[in-house]
């Protein structure tokens, strides 16, 4: 399976666990519940942004690397201070 692949299904997942969850609230289901399932949620979301933001990381670099390219190095470390 592909990264791209990858990413939507985690992604698929998301959409389906946060309707889920909308559903749980409706039904009035107990907090702790929500929560877990939020946090499931949430962390699928952050693999899937991990996949993405270590693709254009790893190219960046190869780009900074190969081309001398300051401003992709730049925005890689803009990118890491985001996620830290």
Same mark, same amino acid.
């Given at each position: 399976m592909t =990264? %791209?692949?990858k990413i939507k299904k985690f992604i698929n997942i998301s959409r389906g666990q946060l309707e889920g969850i909308v559903k749980m609230l409706d039904d009035? +289901? =107990?907090s702790l519940e929500i929560s877990d399932q939020l946090m499931a949620t +949430?962390? &699928? &979301?952050k693999k899937a942004n991990n996949m993405i933001l270590g693709n254009h990381i790893e190219e960046s670099i190869k780009d900074a690397i190969?081309?001398?390219d300051e401003d992709k190095v730049e %925005?890689?470390?803009k990118a890491l201070e985001k996620q830290i």
């Open positions: =990264d %791209k692949a009035e +289901r =107990d +949430r962390s &699928l &979301l190969v081309y001398g %925005k890689i470390m």
